[in-house]
């Protein structure tokens, strides 16, 4: 059989709980062929969207902790250049678009809680959840542990973690409207029209028109005495304490395996892709216990990322367009400094405002998959208990809403559970 026909082929029966590829691995000058002008856009177009809205995330996030401009640095330098490389080595391997990134809703749960944790703290919690995102890979347990919380409850404690960036869209537009006005609205005129959205994504086009509003309004404000643009990460010891492992390491874990690896790999199902999930659960695992060293929130399989990779092009060469985005995200992550110095520069209702449109899609699913049919009352008190700011044995609330909306469920929505059981 040729090669060309066997980049089609799903990968080969697992060896123990890993997924082989399928086939060896494919020489320089057949991925060089692979490449083409489809897949070199669609490369640049999911590294520009991951460039754009979620670093106003991490941002946003930092600033809640009033972590350093080195700290930031170390944190992007980490989710861009490891991730960049773990997204060639898969991709290259198992021939088919797998953009690593980092948890969104993982990020901004750690912005939450940041308010009552220390940094060394967080980062222990970090480097537990990669060592036991890993040992459920291993063990071959990923469906299980997706299928072992009600996805309604999940997503019901994902939209209270990112309500907040929501209020905060509206807070801007009240506080800074020069700014925050001109973002909004080119994002809903994209949005409205599909020729639109396919022309300019409405997260890259808000970016863009904000950056001129920043400008027009003499707001951005550049720091004095930055002394590099090239990275130089910082290795940060991590601190182990109960109260960061009980409130952050479950609800990680949880938002990598089941909500961010489980939308990935959807997404690249539906293009036609049998992403290989065991290996995809591992590798986030192993690269979250590397990235903590850096101070870089857990690693993941992206699915808005992978979206834009297989929008368009030949299924069998769509992996080119992942090389396109893991090179060029590489390429951001070395110059980590310089891109910080930037972001910091624009004011906070260009972050704020940004960020927050860029959680605005995933907010909606959350709400409509945590309301849309089952375990209703579970979502509703998982979700009110999540934005509760409640922080009790100092652990923060998102951990608590997921026990009471299981708890609340399991008392009233009895059905549900036997119908899930039953299907």
């Known amino acids: 059989m040729s090669e060309s026909a066997t980049t089609t082929h799903p990968p080969s029966p697992m060896v123990g709980m890993i997924e082989r590829p399928p086939g060896p691995v494919l020489r320089p000058r057949r991925v060089l062929q692979d490449f083409g002008g489809t897949y070199l856009v669609n490369g640049v177009v ?120 929501g209020v905060d869209i509206v807070k801007s537009v009240g506080g800074d409207p020069a700014i925050a006005i001109p973002i909004v609205v080119v994002f809903f005129v994209l949005q409205s029209h599909a020729v639109l959205r396919r022309w300019m994504p409405p997260i890259i086009g808000a970016f863009l028109v904000g950056a001129i509003a920043v400008a027009v309004t003499g707001s951005f404000q ?11 990460p910082v290795l940060q010891a991590p601190e182990f304490s109960l ?31 049998r992403p290989p999930v065991n290996a995809v659960t591992i590798a986030a695992g192993v690269w979250s216990m590397l990235a903590s060293a ?19 092009g030949e299924r069998q060469r769509q992996y080119t367009a992942a090389l396109t985005f893991g090179i060029l995200a590489v390429g951001v992550g070395l110059f980590a400094p310089a891109f910080v ?16 449109l860029a959680l605005l899609g995933a907010l909606q699913n959350a709400f409509r998959a945590a309301f849309e049919a089952r375990f209703t009352m579970g979502a509703l008190v998982t979700f009110l208990v999540s934005i509760s700011e409640l922080d009790f044995l100092n652990i923060g609330a998102a951990f608590w809403g997921l026990i009471a909306g299981v708890a609340v469920s399991f008392l009233v929505e009895r059905d549900d559970f036997r119908a899930r059981r039953a299907g």
Do not use: K
């Open 222 to 232: 550049p720091q004095s005495g930055s002394t590099t643009w090239f990275a130089a």
């Open 46 to 165: 999911g590294l520009i969207f991951s460039a754009s809205g979620p670093v106003a995330i991490i941002l946003a996030a930092g600033a809640a902790g009033h972590l350093s401009a080195a700290q930031l640095s170390s944190w992007i330098f980490g989710v861009f250049v490891l991730n960049g490389i773990l997204t060639m080595i898969t991709s290259w391997v198992y021939r088919m678009p797998l953009a690593f990134a980092w948890t969104i809703p993982g990020t901004v749960l750690v912005g939450s809680s940041l308010g009552h944790l220390s940094w060394p703290e967080v980062l222990g919690a970090f480097l537990v959840t990669g060592a036991l995102i890993t040992l459920i890979g291993v063990t071959g347990q990923v469906g299980h542990v997706m299928a072992a919380l009600p996805q309604p409850i999940v997503m019901a404690m994902v939209a209270g973690v990112f309500l907040h960036f």
């Open 341 to 356: 110095d930037l972001m910091l520069a624009m004011p906070a209702a260009f972050i704020a405002t940004v960020g927050g």
């Open 243 to 273: 109260r960061a492992m009980l409130e952050l390491v479950v609800p990680l874990a949880i938002t990598v395996i089941v909500v961010q690896n489980g939308q990935g790999v959807a997404i690249l199902q539906v293009a036609g892709h």
């Open 294 to 312: 850096f101070g870089a929130v857990s690693s993941c399989l992206a699915g808005p990322t992978n979206a834009l990779l297989v929008a368009s």
